[in-house]
């Protein structure tokens, strides 16, 4: 599938503003059961300072803003082709090993709640794959999916007690669980094209276990399923907080206001044609 993206996120300051930095993880790249054809990312108010890949090879780009700007657009436009592996991204790769991911965090550690869900598993754990299904379908009844009821740092206990949150506490939920079960786990950050709604108000946010025979596999919890060809991988890491797509900092007396703007759309035949067209009569 052919997947066009745009996504932008602005913010306006009540005041100029006198510094900022910014961090992106905005740009996805070529992996399994994706291919990157474009992608590149404008922004208004700000510079871009250097770029590099970070330790779990997340492609980051360093930006500062510009002294004075009252506003700040970062906006991100490409083209994707994916296919459907049944979430299986293959064997591990990149900077860090394996143990690793078995490493809980602040986001993903599990307290007396987490710990008796792990428990109440099933009692064969031989087969990790038939494991992982069945603790995704323990989370998603447990926690309804609901807006609002949490945010990006609410701690993936604290999520299961309310009984209430997103994909990312649902990730975080499965993630130190399946770390419960010696088992390594990552936090996966990207797009997801939604049937019949090209417009969105984030990215999407899922989890990756490490499996013996297979190497890494998706599981999106919120949705139930394993990513497939409507999924784009943008950045990974052991929790949210390392594959957010936009952090940073800001100086000076000011409130600030964020708007998210985020559109994923299949590409129809045609238009590849026309834009192929229109490449070559350049």
């Known amino acids: 599938m052919r997947l066009s993206i745009r996504h932008t996120t602005r913010y306006e300051f009540s005041q100029p503003l006198a510094h900022g930095l910014q961090r992106l993880r905005l740009r996805p790249k070529t992996t399994h059961g994706q ?24 492609h980051v780009e360093l930006i500062s803003v510009e002294a004075g700007v009252k506003a700040l657009s970062i906006t991100s436009t490409g083209i994707v082709d994916t296919s459907d592996n049944a979430g299986i991204i293959g064997q591990h790769a990149g900077h860090m090993p394996l143990w690793c991911f078995l490493r809980q965090t602040k986001l993903t550690r599990p307290g007396p709640r987490m710990r008796a869900m792990v428990q109440g598993l099933g009692t064969d754990r031989s087969n990790s794959l038939d494991l992982l ?36 506490d649902h990730s975080h939920i499965f993630i130190g669980a399946g770390r419960l079960l010696d088992i390594p786990m990552r936090y996966i950050g990207g797009y997801l094209k939604m049937e019949g709604q090209a417009e969105q108000e984030a990215g999407h946010g899922w989890a990756e276990a490490h499996v013996e025979g297979l190497g890494w596999v998706g ?23 390392e594959a ?10 000011h409130d600030s206001a964020l708007e998210v703007r985020l559109t994923v759309e299949q590409e129809l035949k045609g238009q590849q044609q026309q834009q192929q067209q229109q490449t070559n009569g350049r």
């Open 133 to 168: 299904h069945e603790l995704s379908r323990l989370i998603a009844e447990q926690v309804a999916y609901e807006k609002g009821m949490t945010d990006v740092g609410t701690l993936a206990e604290t999520a299961l007690e309310k009984g209430h949150g997103v994909c990312q």
């Open 244 to 253: 957010a797509p936009v952090t940073g900092i800001a100086f000076g007396e």
């Open 219 to 241: 599981f999106d919890v919120s949705n139930q399923i394993s990513p497939d060809d409507r999924y784009v991988r943008v950045a990974t890491g052991c929790d949210y907080s």
């Open 35 to 58: 291919d990157v054809i474009e992608w590149e990312t404008d922004l208004d108010g700000a510079v871009r300072e250097l770029e590099y890949d970070d330790q779990h090879h997340n």
